[in-house]
């Protein structure tokens, strides 16, 4: 049987019941070109003069990679024209970006982290771009956007995705209906429908964390690795695998695919951030998709969707995956 692309899945669910809004169909095609832009500019490589990193900081203080660079002003130049949003934010950027007067402004609010897991680009490892829509508050049509604008809860989110541009470049997606996985037919230009409901098991052996902060987690935390590692003869009765790809979307898309447990935890190296990750543009897009493929995300205390924001670039604690792996480290936390 022919399968489906993106467009007849997009068209199949504005027809279906809760039909899925026209302009958030848009957003979505919209968001799907720019990551082929994406991927195809990755996969030159040293060939496309796009690696290796830039002279300039972006405002998480992190060296910038030229894919970086490239990879937002891709994002940004497709999505202004389309009328369909009111604003965008990315990790690559201090403020948020209006806009322009020349264009019609929509009704949502896009965010991404434009390529994330940059460190892997010149070591050639799997590397993607987090997506998160929210609705504008409706007022906007009448006043600038503004920052605060952005500040809504994960729950609020509209749909979320992620590409993956890694052997194969896939874009998974939820529309708040499950989640859906498309693989890109290079050839067509299309995205094909390859996996049409993925799901996460509720249980698991693998766990995905940078082991060289141990020494530096809280003692919750420590209990629950030292569990793991204990393996068969411990307290959990199982052996564990680890994996660890220093690429979000990468050790996220192992856990939709086959299960596991990501987490990057508070830690004391920077007592004052509760994690490294971004709550805005990665935790709550990822935290979205994996809840609605059956799984869990806390911060280690409280669901990731229902924290309130207070800062457009706020970080995070994740402990996100398998549905009872998660409750057991955040069970660890309440313990203490
Ligand atoms: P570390 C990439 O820089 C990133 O934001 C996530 O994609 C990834 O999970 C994490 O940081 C890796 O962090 O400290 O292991 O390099």
């Known amino acids: 049987m022919k399968r489906k692309t993106l467009t007849q899945y997009l068209v199949e669910q504005q027809r279906a019941e809760q039909a ?29 003069g796009v690696l290796g990193s830039l002279e300039s900081e972006n405002v998480q203080g992190e060296v910038q990679k030229k894919l970086d660079v490239m990879s937002n002003e891709v994002l940004l130049e497709a999505n202004e024209w389309g009328g369909h949003l009111a604003a965008m934010a990315s990790e690559e950027m201090e403020t948020i970006h209006l806009i322009p ?16 897991g940059s460190s892997n680009i010149d070591v050639n ?6 997506f998160s829509v929210l609705r504008a508050p409706s007022e906007v049509s009448g006043r600038e956007v503004t920052e605060q604008d952005f500040l809504q809860k994960g729950t609020t989110q509209v749909c979320a995705g992620y590409a993956v541009y890694g052997p194969q470049t896939m874009l998974i ?30 249980d698991t052996k693998e766990f995905a964390i940078n082991m060289s902060n141990m020494r530096h987690w809280a003692p919750p935390m420590r209990r629950y690795i030292d569990e793991c ?22 050790d996220v898309h192992r856990l939709l695919v086959r299960g596991g447990v990501f987490m990057y935890p508070w830690d004391a190296r920077e007592p004052g951030k509760p994690g490294k990750l971004r709550l805005m543009y990665e935790a709550n897009p990822m935290s979205m998709l ?37 409750e057991r480290v955040t069970k660890y936390h309440h313990e203490g």
């Open 20 to 48: 899925l809004e026209p302009e958030v169909r848009l957003l979505i095609e919209v968001v799907s070109r720019a990551c082929k832009t994406i991927s195809h500019a990755v996969s030159k490589g040293a060939l496309g």
């Open 101 to 116: 007067n020349r264009y019609p402004k929509g009704e949502f609010l896009l965010l991404f982290d434009p390529l994330d």
């Open 125 to 130: 490892v799997s590397i993607g771009t987090i």
């Open 173 to 202: 997606l939820t529309i708040g209906r499950g989640v859906v996985g498309f693989t890109l037919d290079r050839e067509m230009g299309s995205w094909i429908l390859t996996h049409d409901n993925m799901t996460i098991p509720e």
């Open 229 to 250: 590692l204990a393996g068969k003869t411990g307290p959990r009765g199982k052996d564990f695998n680890m994996r660890w790809i220093a690429s979000m979307v990468a």
């Open 290 to 326: 994996v809840e609605q493929a059956g799984g869990a995300a806390t911060d280690g205390h409280q669901r990731i969707l229902d924290i309130q924001p207070t800062a457009l670039h706020q970080r995070v604690g994740v402990v996100l995956g398998s549905k009872n792996e998660v």
